[in-house]
Nanobody, 126 residues
Framework: QVQLVESGGGLVQAGGSLRLSCAASGRTFSIYTMGWFRQAPGKEREFVAA????????YIANSVSGRFTTSGDNAKNTWYLQMNSLKPEDTAVYYC???????????????????WGQGTQVTVSS
């Protein structure tokens, strides 16, 4: 089992920045990739970013490309989602999720992830 605990959400004005953290515990060696998703009220869960444990593969969704980045600290078993130039449409609950498959091909698909954080609310005011 893997446990994920997220932190760093909050209320920010448009144009501001936030950094989300996702701390993993348990069988962390099984994590090949950490993904980030978000879900706004009334909308489906949306892929945001993925970062392989090695750091060699990173994928950012087009909707946030150029504004969001993701990174990881293996020594701390913690991954980060840096969000800059935030827009009101970025308002959502953000989740980190652990992907335990060595095949990178499914990282955009939420159903391919095995473990999920509790989610953290990000609200961007205009």
């Amino acid at each position: 089992q893997v446990q994920l605990v997220e932190s760093g959400g909050g209320l920010v004005q448009a144009g501001g920045s936030l950094r989300l953290s996702c701390a993993a515990s348990g069988r962390t060696f099984s994590i090949y990739t950490m993904g980030w998703f978000r879900q706004a009220p009334g909308k489906e869960r949306e892929f945001v970013a993925a970062n392989s444990r090695s750091g060699s593969s990173i994928y950012i969704a087009n909707s946030v490309s150029g504004r969001f980045t993701t990174s990881g600290d293996n020594a701390k078993n913690t991954w980060y989602l840096q969000m800059n130039s935030l827009k009101p449409e970025d308002t959502a609950v953000y989740y980190c999720a652990a992907y335990t498959d060595v095949n990178w091909a499914g990282v955009m698909e939420s159903q391919k992830y095995d473990y999920w954080g509790q989610g953290t609310q990000v609200t961007v005011s205009s």
